[in-house]
């Protein structure tokens, strides 16, 4: 299991967002934003702040680190 849980893909297609038009809005490329919400890739502080802004979220409710 990756340690870094997220909601990114739900919260984005609540928002009837693609992939492309998150990463856009946040400065990352669509496979970036497929890689973080497969977690097969934990993003930077910077993006997941940017992500959070983003929806109107904190990134505690963004994102989770199970040990």
Known sequence: MFPIENNVRA???AREM?????GAAIGLTRQT???IEQRRY????E???RIARL????VDDLFRWEE
Request: hydrophobic share 45%; charged share 20%; no cysteine.
């Open 11 to 13: 919260e984005r297609e």
């Open 42 to 45: 934990s993003p930077s502080l």
């Open 18 to 22: 693609t992939q492309s038009e998150l």
């Open 33 to 35: 934003v497929a890689a």
């Open 55 to 58: 929806f109107g979220m904190t």
């Open 47 to 49: 993006a997941a702040f």
